[in-house]
């Protein structure tokens, strides 16, 4: 397996080359000012890569459905979406100021043909 950093946004030649099959970012949804570059560059990828998927976490702070409208402006979907309570220690769980959750997310082909 290889692996490489990703920075999104960031269109240099390599990005075009990449075939991922698993895209993996840890708690990047933490400033709107940068959504687009990531999704736009998230989405560029699952384009390129069939059958790839986006693994991320995100604390939703304010209980707001911020994923599901990405989804809808990105014409993503989420194939799974794990509550962070159901995963994280109690110790953890008990000092978390909202939610976090956990997602897996891919093309909706419905919307990329
Ligand atoms: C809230 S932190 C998450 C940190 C990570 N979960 C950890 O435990 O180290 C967000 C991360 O996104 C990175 N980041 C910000 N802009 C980025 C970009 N355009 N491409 C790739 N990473 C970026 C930051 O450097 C930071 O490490």
């Known amino acids: 397996m290889q692996v490489s950093g990703l920075t ?11 075939r991922p099959d698993i895209i993996l970012g840890a708690d990047v949804l933490y ?15 699952l384009e390129n890569s069939s ?12 209980g707001h459905h911020l994923i599901e409208f990405l989804m809808v402006k990105w014409g993503l979907k989420c194939l799974k ?3 962070g309570f159901s995963f ?4 953890k769980a008990a000092s978390l100021q909202g939610n976090i959750q ?4 891919a ?6 043909k």
Do not use: M, Q
């Open 8 to 18: 999104w946004g960031n269109w240099d030649e390599t990005v075009f080359d990449l």
């Open 31 to 45: 400033d709107s000012a940068n959504f687009d570059d990531l999704f736009a560059t998230v989405t560029f990828l």
């Open 51 to 62: 059958g790839a998927v986006f693994i991320t976490t995100y604390h939703n702070r304010s």
């Open 81 to 83: 979406l794990l509550d």
């Open 88 to 91: 994280l220690p109690p110790c």
């Open 102 to 105: 956990l997602v897996e997310i």
């Open 107 to 112: 093309l909706d082909k419905e919307k990329h």
